[in-house]
């Protein structure tokens, strides 16, 4: 054999491994594109101008969905902090892998090292990983983003209102204050490197986050890369720098939802000086519908029924839009069921990397992304799975949405203004069912009229409880695994 000839053999031999899925990588190449998912928190459906916000700019996002797709049928696991960022990154309904609400810096469980997250997914492919932001899924170092796939992290690790400085304790003394909240750390790598965060600390998150983000992709422009950016506003406290302070039509709550945007334009600015832009999709959506309690501080779920804390579509049907400038079409528009389990198999497949060996709920979604004609939601067959902490709420299948009897939480009242929370007050529902097409904000209960709906509906449910358990009926699931504990 001629070297000329043992040489091409080689360098096929390469490339064919090269390509193969789970092979770790460390040269880039165009068949790895690079990911970067921002994540807003507790952001409502209608808060941004692309899903009809009537007072709030958001020139950046919008400019994404009219350069991408923009779904409408878009659901988060559970609408709580903790429970929705663990099915985001693992694929799985939060049930599933054992982390429920909102975990904080009492809780001694978090994320089991035996989940595998998308960054960990997409290391065998040889991305470079980072989150810059709100972590949430455990704050003891075992759990924290290092342990757990990510190459880089920086930022809180649980909410930015666990701390001793809320607006409705400020009365106490600091000694009584500090017995219920610690305060709040900064973290970087595995390392708390600010303690406490101050209110001047949390005017700039935004601001720093982006930063690190920007020289993320800078520093790894020639790498494939995972980029997840889950920022700690909206959620009260509401702090915003004071290049967007006085700037939004809303008053506070759009000044920090013009920062947001500002940031996304941002990181795309970023991507199109460094050549990324065609090799890039930027996903855009919220870990759970607006707090309601909060009035003027909170978002608007609008024409969507209820808000966080609630399995009603306003607080688990979040705005979603992603950008990938000549593979997924310009000016999109999804009215598919899908949702943020679905994130993790899409971009496993779009990056040839190996799926967990174990079950993940979530689905390819890529069909739907790419504009395939024909295409459906991968749920409509089984259904999509509604729980609010262990109890199976409802199911939603095509444009069918049947509510099993529970109780959830509503405004009694008028809401709370400037910082301060209303009160809510206990509801119940029945058996409802709902036509999500005709009847988005779910107001008319057609239960009666569609018998042959009502059963279908209740035979996935069936197959849900056995899999994942009902709390209400005390049913534990064959499917579900422990979280992690200390």
């Not at 809510?424 to 209960?445: C, H, M, P, V, W």
């Not at 358990?469 to 695994?481: A, I, P, T, Y």
Request: proline share 7%.
């Amino acid at each position: 054999m001629s070297n000329q000839l043992f040489l091409a053999v080689v360098a096929a031999l390469a490339v064919t491994t090269l390509s193969e899925p789970g092979t770790p990588l460390q040269a880039a190449d165009a068949s790895r594109p690079n990911f970067v998912v921002v994540f807003a928190d507790d952001q409502g459906y209608q808060d941004l101008g692309c899903f009809g916000s009537p007072d709030i700019e958001t020139p950046n996002i919008d400019r994404m969905a009219r350069e991408g797709a923009r779904f409408t049928n878009f659901y988060v696991s559970q609408a709580v902090c903790s429970a929705s960022r663990t099915a985001l990154l693992t694929g799985c309904y939060n049930v599933r892998v054992g982390i429920l609400g909102a975990l904080g810096p009492s809780s001694p469980i978090g994320i089991s090292n035996g989940e595998m997250t998308i960054a960990e997914v997409l290391k065998q492919r040889g991305y470079s990983t980072a989150i810059f932001g709100k972590w949430h899924l455990g704050h003891h170092e075992k759990f924290l983003p290092l342990q757990h796939g990510f190459d880089e992290y920086f930022g809180l690790p649980y909410s930015n209102d666990m701390w001793p400085y809320h607006p409705n304790v400020l009365h106490l003394p600091i000694e009584e204050r500090l017995k219920r909240w610690p305060h709040l750390p900064l973290v970087e790598g595995n390392k708390t490197i600010k303690v406490p965060v101050t209110p001047e600390d949390q005017t700039q998150l935004t601001t720093w986050y982006t930063e690190h983000a920007v020289k993320f992709i800078e520093k790894n422009k020639d790498n494939p890369f995972f980029l997840y950016v889950p920022h700690s506003m909206p959620h009260v406290p509401l702090y915003v720098s004071d290049k967007f302070k006085g700037k939004s039509k809303r008053g506070l709550y759009g000044d920090v939802i013009m920062e947001i945007d500002w940031s996304v334009g941002q990181i795309l600015e970023t991507l199109k000086k460094n050549g990324l832009d065609e090799n890039t999709m930027v996903i855009y959506t919220s870990d759970n519908g607006p707090w309601l309690s909060y009035g003027n501080h909170g978002g608007s779920a609008l024409p969507l029924r209820e808000g966080k804390g609630t399995m009603w579509d306003g607080g688990c049907r979040e705005p979603f839009v992603a950008r990938w400038p000549g593979k997924i079409p310009a000016g999109l528009e999804s009215k598919e069921v899908a949702a943020t389990i679905d994130i993790l198999p899409t971009l496993a497949k779009l990056a040839g990397a190996k799926l967990p060996e174990h079950t993940i709920d979530g689905l390819d979604i890529w069909p739907l992304l790419s504009g395939k004609e024909g295409a459906t939601s991968p749920h409509d067959k089984d259904g999509y799975y509604m729980y609010y902490g262990r109890e199976l709420q409802a199911v939603r299948s095509g444009k069918w949405k049947l509510h099993f009897p529970h109780a959830y939480r509503s405004l009694q009242g008028e809401p709370g203004q400037d910082g301060l929370p209303g009160p809510y007050t206990q509801k119940r529902t029945g058996l409802e069912l709902f036509d999500l097409d005709a009847d988005i904000s779910e107001s008319k209960n057609v239960v009666g009229q569609y018998p042959e709906v009502v059963e279908r509906l209740k035979k996935l449910a069936d197959a849900a409880r056995k899999e994942l358990g009902d709390s209400r009926l005390k049913m534990q699931g064959e499917g579900v695994r422990p979280s992690g504990k200390i």
